[in-house]
Structures are given as structure tokens and as C-alpha cells.
């Protein structure tokens, strides 16, 4: 505590010019970063927690303006021109971003992309910046390095761009590196990789981490000090084991157990089973033009069978391309497959769009992106209602209005809102909607395909809740598909893990999250679950 | 890379051989012949010419002999231009077309990616307003009112320069000006718009963040990226430009090509027209295809294979 602090942040203010007027992002808030030392920056969506640092770095968008005072070891930082600015960011304070996909130029080579910072800040010749470059991708882990360096982002993965951004943020040996949510894009096996790279790089390096995310099991597991965030202000701080152990602030508190908790009890065992999948198969075919090679397939699911009973939660997880929207995608028949499906008992698996389309009523889909599948040209009230214009025509106008606003109710958003679009509402809202237009239908069986993945935590515990008395109110079925392992034990009485396809493990879930037997569902559990310091564990993963 | 550009050659040929088909029969689908005249010819006038240039013969045998012609680079006798064969008119008039269209899109997107850029980079200043507004008249305003106007206030009035006619370089001025204006607003336009969207991109954000000098920042990733919107529109329009302009060569008198298409057209010359499509034709596939191969070297993504 005693240590002098390298950036020291007074009454820093952030406001942007908009079309509804003054918008006041960042209100007077204080920060400092000591030497070597790991601060975490804490809040949900919209607090203002990633603007504070694009003020801090001359980033701002040019409707923004930072008022106030930070310094870097004495350099005021705000206003400061932008040649002065750039002899300290790049050099002193580096920084990696939230989209590892696209915050590197599609149209150089990794290699140049890396050797920029080193050519301008320390006028190192292109070929001496080569070396560099290479030696900095071997630390970063990023296999075969002296081929990779002349590699176009588009040919690495998500989590291998994260790594050559941090090779970017390292190449000046920089005295602060600040992380803007710099997981949050990727996979949670990914996800751990890149935090023990970090945690073990300061370890080596000694530089100060300035850490933003919503993530708070990052923050438990990689800070040393917490920054909570909400409205633009800092409404606690402190270290984090204190912090964490003893929160002051009601907001803090409700973070900490915004985590969703209780479990769902399975299903009487006489249960019948409702829908059900036998070897069950998609392939995709790749290509096939006329010019080009044989096609490629993907065996997106590779022979899977499930049964789901009345009453069930079946909980799906895996990593992104594991095949478990796809699995729930073929189960619905809204994709060809191979094997059979079983609805009540029927084969459905040969039925056409036509003789699918009664079923439909039955077998409902809520997808992950509150944003993207609620058409904007809708009033809510039109959205919830479509469905009801198909399945049950004869319905008189005013009798699905009445079901309008009792479905509404019963997802917890106010009827007298019926006749407003959808971007008036917030992520959270936006989601109770789609689950209104599935639940209005009064179907048997809905897939939720990551209805939770877009939401921040707090608001996920609620639409988990929701799903919850949902589900007890008509006894649903549910086929709950996420890479959250949070939320699937908190929903689902069974689990699937899924690779590449196939199923690797399946259980009832406190089997599962107890006593995980394969390799990979271990590995995705310690990625998500373990409460472990980074610190201990880095190399773990590697 | 190479075995793609060999396959849009062989590709090329089956296009061509459609257009061909389509257009030989279409312009024969218009009523009237080239040697309908206001006073009828003589009878037997009429049948020696008919016989000399085939048309006494059915469709299908005078399509087989253009084809047959066509593949030897033969492309037929001009009906209106007696002295002259359809490929002397060209090898005489292309050059011209070629030129100016040519100096016409060079100074189009030089000053059209310039003043874009410009513009992108002083958004909402007095700059960006003088580009956009500017651009927005030069795309309103046709040529057929460009031209004229030009011909009439710095020729006719002013005297600067020739109001019509072909030989010096002070015959080109007006001409060119005429045909890169529209062209010299869409590219500005085009190009601002890809600059502001590159210049909010998520890796020119990383750029900045790593203190890179603006000039890196904009000159090395902005402006790269804004250029490939620029890049797929220059293939067809310099298609159309160095084939020259049907107005632009009117009003000025100018000996290029562009006005063969509308006065064969009307005159029934079916050769000249046949021979303005095929050259057009292939001006549109060569064009499309240099702009594809500069489009994969600009942007790594595109792989073609």
C-alpha cells in the first residue's frame, strides 16, 4: 500500500453527444494502479467500466469527451495531444480487447501486425522486429511459431488471435497492460488457457494487469484489488478476498449472488418419455461446385440418442462447434437428418414441412440472441401473438389479446407494453419476450438454445428463475443447450456433454459436476467452475 | 492463382458465345434492314446486295458464317460505312475511346478516393459538407447536360478551349472533365463511406491503442480497407468508360467508338453493332477479372482455387 501508484485516476468524467441528448457514461470516479499489481474492474453492461479505459487511452468515439484527471507516473493522460499520447500507449500501456476476431487488420500478416508497435516505438528495423516477433508468438504459446508469423488473422482461431494480441501488448515490455474483457468472446477451455497465459506472463514480467469484465469468477481467481462498477461510478472497493467475503454495497452483494443457484429435481421415474432421438445424425456437405475438389463433409451429430420425459430438463453443454444446436435443431426436425425422432411416441422422423406443422404448436425454440430474432417492424404484442394466427386461426382477435397479456404477465413484463417494438426493451426483457412467443402456444417441449449466453448475470438468474416456474407451472420439458456450466446446473436434471458430434459423457447432473469421468468434462468443469487461484494453477491448461 | 485466371478464360468463352447468340438475333428482330432507304432501291439493286452480304440465305446459315467470320477476328463489312470494314472502325476508333476513357477513370479515382478520404477524415466539417455536396450534384447531373454546357460556356463563350472536334490535348480537356465528374462523385462517395467504416473498425481501434503514428493508422489500415468497395465498382465502369460514351462523343465530335452502338442500332448496321457488343463484352469480362485477382492480392481472405 505503500507502493507509489503508476496510474492515478481522480473525478474522471465521460460523457457522449447524442442524438437524445447528453449521455454521462463515466461519472467522477477514482482509480489507481500500482506497480505489478492485478486490478479488476467489475460491473455488467453499460456500467462504464470499458469507457473509463478508452478514456484513459485517447480512444474515446468522436462523440465522446473525458473530463477530469489520470496520470500515468505523473503524465497527465487526459487532453494530453495525440503525438505525447502515443510515446505511452503501445509502448508503456498496451492494451487487448473484447473481440479478438476482428480487432486485428484482416489484410496483414500477424507478423507486421505485431512488429508495428516495435518499428515505431523503438525504431527497430523491420527484419530485427522479425526476431522479436517470433520470440514473443514462442511466449504466447502459439505453436511453430517461425511459420505462424507470416500467418493472416482469418487462418488462426479465436483463441490464438487473443494470444497474438498479447504477444502485440508485450512486445515493448510495457509497464500496464489493461484487458478489456478479453475472454468473454471465447470458449471457457479457451477462456482458462488465456488467463493462465496472463496470470503466468506477469508472474514472469511484472506488469500491472488492469482487468475489465463481468466475469466475477475471473475476478476471484485473478485480482488482487476490485473496482465494482455501476452507472458510470464506483460504488465499492477493496481487495478482493475482502470484498468478496464481506461486500458493503447492496450492488456488490447482488452480483455476488447473482451466480444462479438451487437445483431441479428429475422427474417422477414413470415419467413418459416425450421426445426422443435414436441415432440421430446431420452431415453437412461443404462445397461441390463445378470447378472445385470432392465435397467435404462435417458430421455436425454423429449418431446420438437422447430421450426426453415430461417434466425433464436435459441440459447440453459443450464448446462452440461441438454440435449441440444442431442436435436440437435436427431433434425439432427443422433440419434433415439421419435416425430416428419420436414425438409421443410417433415417428416423425420421415415427416414433411406439412404433416411437421401441427407438431409445431408442441415443439417450441427460444434462441440465444434477444437482439437478432425478434423482428424489428413488430409490436411485442404482434411478435407474441404470430404463432397463435398460425396454429389457431379461429381465434377471435380479442381472445389472443387476452393471451397476449396472460403470457406477458407470466413472463414478468407489464401488458400495457404490448404495443411497443423491440428495441424499446433491454436484453433481459427482450428474452422474456421470445419466451412469451414460444409459451403462448402452450407447448410440450422447448428447445432453449443458450437463452442466457447474451445476458448479463444478474439478468440470467432471473430468465433462469423464470424458465424454472415456467417449467413447474405446465410441466415442460426442456432441452437446455449452453456452455455456461452455471446456469445448465442450476436448469437441468440430466446432462449431455458433447465433442465434436458426439456425446462424451452423460449423467444425472450432480453425477456430472461431481464426479466428471471423462477427460474433457473435467476439463470444461475446472475451466468454469473451479474456484482455485489462477496464479496456482497457471500451466494447467497447457 | 494462375490456373484461376485460365479458368475465367475458358469460362469466357461460353459467355461470349451466349451474348453473341442473343444479340445476333435480337438486333435481326428488329423491323427494317441497312438498306432500307427513304426511297426504295431498285428491285434488282436490292437482290445483288442481298446476295453479296448473305441475307438472301436463311438466319440460321448467315449465324453459322458470323460465327465462323467471328472466330478468325473477322467482324464483317460496316453496312453504313460502305469503305469500311467493322474492324477498321474500331482499330481506328478504340485508340480514341481508350484514351480519353482511360485518362478520364485514372483522374476519377485519384481525386475521387482523395477528396473521399478527405472527407472521411473531417466528418461533419465544413469539408466533409463541400465533398458530399458536391458529389451529390455531380452524381445528379447527366452527362447530356454536363456536356453541352461545357462545350457552350468554355468553348462557345469563353473561348479557353475548342467547344468540339479531335487532335490536340486542348480537345481532351473538356471531354475528360465531362466524363470524370459523375465518376469522380461516386468514388468520393463510395469511399467515404468505406473510410468511416474502417476508420470506427474494431483493428484500426488496436492500431491507435498502440500509438501507432496517424499516418500508419490511416494510410496502412483505414485506408485499405476502404479502398475494395472502390475496387469492385472500378470493373465494369472502366468497362464503360474506355468504350467509350455515346453522349461525351456526340457533342464533341469525337472519332471514338462510343457512338457506333446507337448509330448502328438505328441504322440497321448489323455488323456494327454485333462488332460493339462483342468488343464491350470483352472490355466487361477482362475488367471483372483484373478487378477479382487485385481484390484476392488486396484482401488475403479472398482465396480463389
Redesign the interface.
Known sequence: MTQESILRVRDLHVEFETNDGMVHAVRGIDLDVKPGETVAIVGESGSGKSQTTMALMGLLASNGRARGSATYRGQELIGLSERKLNRIRGEKITMIFQEPMTSLDPLYRIGRQIAEPLVHHRGMSRKAARERVIELLELVGIPDPARRVDAYPHELSGGQRQRVMIAMALANDPDMLIADEPTTALDVTIQAQILALLAELQRKLGMAIVFITHDLGIVRRFADRVYVMRYGEVVEEGETSVLFDRPKHPYTMELLAAEPTGRKAPPPLEAPILLEGRNVEVVFGGGGGWFSGPEAEIRAVDRISVALHKGQTIGVVGESGSGKSTLGRALLRLLPSDGTVRFEGADISAADKRAMRPMRKELQLVFQDPFGSLSPRMTIGQVVTEGLKVHEPQLPARERDRRAIEVLEEVGLDPAMRNRYPHEFSGGQRQRIAIARAMILKPKVVVLDEPTSALDRSVQKQIVDLLRDLQKAHDLSYLFISHDLAVVRAMADHIVVMKQGRIVEEGPTDAIFDHPREAYTQALMAAAIDGTPFRQQAGAFE | MFAYVL?RFAGAVPTLFIIVTIAFFMIRLAPGGPFDLERPLDPLIMKNLERAYNFDKPLWQQYLIYLGNLAQGDLGPSFTRRDFSVVDLFRTGLPVSIQLGGIALSIALVVGVFLGALAALR?NTWVDYMVVGTATFGITIPTFVIAPVFSLFFGVMMGWLPAGGWGTWQHMVLPIATLALPQIAIIARLTRGATIEAL???????????????Y?VVG??AL??AILPVVSYLGPTAAALLTGSVVVETIFGIPGIGRYFVQGALGRDYTLVMGTVVVIACFVIVFNLVVDVLYAW????VRYD
Open positions: 479458368r466528418q470506427r473498425s474494431n483493428h484500426v481501434r488496436t492500431a491507435r491503442a498502440y500509438g501507432l503514428p496517424s500508419v496502412v489500415h485499405r480497407a488486396l484482401d488475403p481472405r
